[in-house]
């Protein structure tokens, strides 16, 4: 039993443990909970301890055969970070519903006990069909999630949208792969990697994938499902809505559209250019004029999973890397905001800016964090964000410049909202209202934060760890 | 020796169904008057009806049920052409009868407590379901015109019958009064195309149609045949509620008793697809239109082409029965996607949707391959456990608030306690309306799967995408069930029962199969 098999199964057997333990002890479910997925991150990390950095092959491989079905579970240097982000989130998930989340705790924890196993299965899995099916499936748990936890009456709204959304983009890619199917009998990874498509079936395949990613990423003409699922998912959705699940959407671009569709993937850059270029400057001027602290954050994601799009597809190396870098650098800080909001509306019960004014005052601590996250979001140096940034913007200028120099307005524009948001929150006098109910961080609360300052200040400072990794992956990925 | 001794042991399942059926009539009969006086006495003490009989009657049922599977599979000849050439029995038939004979047990099994709570106080009602089941298995193994209409008809006698069973209710008395009007009229088309056909050929039985429209060459046409096939297709559409036929359904599941429903949803439509198979994959196979339509519609020969074009983009060559069962097929797939959205009722909403998944089943019987045969099949199962599992839940019992009747989910807002009072019933039914929407790790997904795959190895594009599409459109519905089931605020208080104890097993055992089947989503391939 290979390690990798173990992680995808520890948090279904813990699910299952849970299963049986009754409905009050929430104290024991949350513990069990708890550990198991902590235990699922330790175990995670093994994979990146036995990693071995100099090939490309697919590592850690476990074939199953049967006789209707067999497929390959294994991971390579893109994949690897992915796995360990998704590890490290659901703890942490888990977590920030301690306090909060006082009804159906078990099924709370059960759903993102779930949640963890397809999400890892997706990154791992090698397989064109399961990737699809886990792909999708993360939308039943995640369905629940934002409309039983959610905080307001809209949230059902935002979760039909949530759902079909996807589901429309999703059953077009599924057209797609039942054509690559029929073209080559199978739909591993590894085969088809090494199978040629021809030009016109390229360009169509390509475009039922674009359908499907374009909607997870998002792209801009159907980002909508985006600020809508994330205002209403409880703050655990949201760590994992912009944690993992926009990821899952590049990691299709990087894993299958890139590697299989080389020429479509030429042809369709121009489009793909335009459209994360009008993305990135529309959503950081939306930004600007939100009210809602979660919206302001997740429009921001909007625009960093397009600056990801950009660099995947500057179609060198650079820009790869970089973007893999900014998906676990957003993955890491915009969870962290999100946090910071989820910490906020504990104690306000809103996120209305204009409610808030003067944290400083009453949260020393919490606003020093939130400054620190906040900043990583602009992509200050030394944090995380600007290391993928930096090596966006490198990979996309060898390309074109025009387009390195219009998405880099990003950098100005990021800057303008960020500082803006936390000017509001933390700036200012106080407000009369609120005077009496807020309290700092609590110790839970900050032994939660920790983890995510640790990891962004050493995603920024070194980086090269990180990078390391991913080289021979990425070169295989370009055919160099 | 005796001429057909060897046909009788092949039918020897059908045969004890049969006997089965006729004794328990005669049991039910004599015993009735007795019971009854029991009966009157107890409600005379205690003011409770208690169908006694009735409860007898369906356990007897069950055990023939499950006598008959026994003997099905025991049965030493497997492969035969009997009677004459009347009726056969191959693989995809035994597969078929096994399946018919599961989901009437299961239906039966479901509601048990049902027909015990409502007083449903007739026992013909319980043998006419298994009489029907009888019949059905006889429809699908009939290899001739004759046997198939007899058959055909004693099953819509037993329908119509059961339609209208509740007779103090209205609604069911006018479900039945429907479904027996417009089943007669299908019943006549039906007889038409046959009679058509005979008359063009001579021939009735359905290896020797295959022999006849396999030999013909570009020049012989069987313009009569070829109508009378359109005739015989339209009949059988009418019955598995395909679309433009497919009006009377709706009123008919809402109308008739709920447990009637639950069978008038799956068995039929395996019995008469499973026909659909054999007549259509292997009779009119090869029944040579082009060139009739050619001569027919010399004029509009263009707008055929065009037709061709549309439906199946760069097919060559296209089967007869293609045409329209394509459209069918894409008619009723947007119908019930688009009917079922705002439905109030329950069970209307289950015909839409029942309607929607005949338009899958369509496709794979369009393709005309052996995936595509496969596809469906598959997708019978898989339909067949959903949909148990539904009625399965609508079949417990629930009682409203000051209200002391037992009542059961009629308005789909009803559903709206679940959660909170019920939260596995809730899970269960969830997972069901994801598998039905075509979610992915669930059984639905599976079935859509390989259908859509046959669609496209066959190159029938049209109707996968618009397949694939109208699994989004029938999502928007089965999430608003789940939504309401889980996040609508209370309206009408409703208690829940416990769920009877059967009801419970079947419920735990097909939400397994829903969850589980990806671990291996070929074993339902294997068969």
Known sequence: MSILVSIIFIPIIGALILFFVPNWKTQLIKNIALNVSCLNFLMSLLLWIYFDHSTAKFQFSQTIYSESLSFTIAIDGISLFFIILTTFLVPVCILVGWKTISNYVKEYCIAFLILETLMIAVFCMLDLLLFYVFFESVLIPMFIIIGVWGSRERKIRAAYQFFIYTLFGSIIMLLGILIIYLQTGTTDYQILYTTEFSEKRQIIIWATFFASFAVKVPMIPVHIWLPEAHVEAPTAGSVILAGILLKLGTYGFLRFSIPLFPYASMYFTPLLYTMSIIAIIYTSFTTIRQVDLKKIIAYSSVAHMNIVIIGLFSMNSIGIEGSIMLMLSHGIVSPALFLCVGVLYDRYKTRLCRYYGGCVHTMPIFCILFCLFTMANIALPLTANFVGELLVFQGVFCNNTLVAFLSATSMICSGGYSLLAYGRVAYGSCKPYYIRSFSDLSRREFFMFIPFVVVTLWLGVTPQCFLDAMHCSVANILNI | ?527
């Open chain 2, 1 to 527: 020796i005796f001429l057909f001794e060897n046909h009788f042991k092949t039918v020897f399942p059908e045969i004890f169904c049969l006997f089965a059926s006729v004794l328990l009539l005669i049991y039910g009969v004599l015993y009735a008057r007795i019971h009854q006086a029991n009966a009157d006495t107890l409600r005379r003490k205690m003011k409770i009806f208690p169908p006694i009989m009735v409860n007898h009657v369906s356990l007897l049922v069950i055990l023939a049920f499950l006598l008959t599977l026994i003997l099905m599979f025991n049965n030493p000849i497997m492969h035969a052409t009997i009677f004459y050439n009347t009726l056969v029995c191959d693989d995809l038939i035994f597969f078929c009868k096994i399946l018919i004979i599961c989901s009437a047990l299961l239906s039966v099994c479901i509601s048990l407590d049902y027909v015990r709570k409502q007083a449903l106080n007739a026992f013909e009602y319980i043998i006419l379901l298994l009489l029907a089941t009888c019949s059905m298995l006889f429809l699908i193994s009939s290899a001739d015109m004759i046997s198939m209409y007899l058959a055909i008809e004693l099953q819509s006698l037993c329908f119509y019958v059961l339609a209208a069973f509740k007779r103090n209710s209205e609604f069911s008395t006018e479900a039945g009064l429907k479904y027996f009007v417009l089943g007669a009229f299908s019943s006549g088309v039906l007889l038409f195309g046959c009679s058509l056909i005979y008359g063009f050929t001579g021939i009735t039985n359905f290896s020797e149609l295959t022999k006849i429209f396999s030999c013909t060459g570009e020049n012989q046409h069987f313009t009569g045949a070829l109508i009378g096939m359109i005739f015989v297709a339209v009949g059988f559409l009418f019955k598995i509620t395909a679309v433009p036929f497919h009006t009377w359904a709706p009123d008919v599941y809402e109308g008739s008793p709920t447990s009637v429903t639950a069978f008038f949803a799956i068995t039929p439509k395996i019995a008469i697809l499973g026909l659909f198979v054999r007549l259509f994959e292997s009779s009119f196979y090869d029944l040579n239109t082009e060139a009739a339509f050619s001569l027919q519609l010399g004029t509009t020969q263009g707008v055929s082409t065009t037709f061709n074009k549309l439906l199946s983009m760069e097919f060559t060559s296209t089967l007869p029965w293609q045409k329209i069962f394509l459209f069918c097929s894409i008619a009723s797939m947007i119908v019930g996607a688009l009917g079922a959205m705002n439905q109030k009722k329950i069970k209307r909403l289950l015909a839409y949707s029942s309607i929607g998944h005949v338009g899958y089943f369509l496709i794979g019987l369009c393709c005309g391959t052996v995936e595509g045969i496969q596809a469906l099949l598959i997708n019978l199962i898989i339909y067949l456990v959903m949909t148990i599992n539904i009625f399965a839940i609508i079949l417990s019992p629930v009682r409203r608030d000051f209200v002391h009747s037992v009542q059961r989910i009629k308005y789909i807002s009803d559903l709206s306690v679940l959660f909170k009072t019920n939260p596995i019933l809730a899970i269960t039914l969830a997972v069901n309306f994801f598998s039905m929407a075509g979610l992915p790790p669930l059984a639905g997904f599976w079935g859509k799967y390989y259908l859509l795959f046959s669609a496209f190895s066959c190159e029938l594009y049209l109707v996968a995408i618009v397949g694939g599409l109208a699994t989004v459109l029938s999502c928007v519905y089965y999430i608003r069930l789940v939504h309401i089931s889980y996040f609508e605020k209370i309206q009408n208080r409703l208690i829940f029962e416990r769920v009877p104890k059967i009801n419970g097993w079947i419920l735990a055992i097909t939400f397994f199969f829903i969850l589980f089947l990806f671990v291996s989503p070929g074993a339902t391939r294997r068969s």
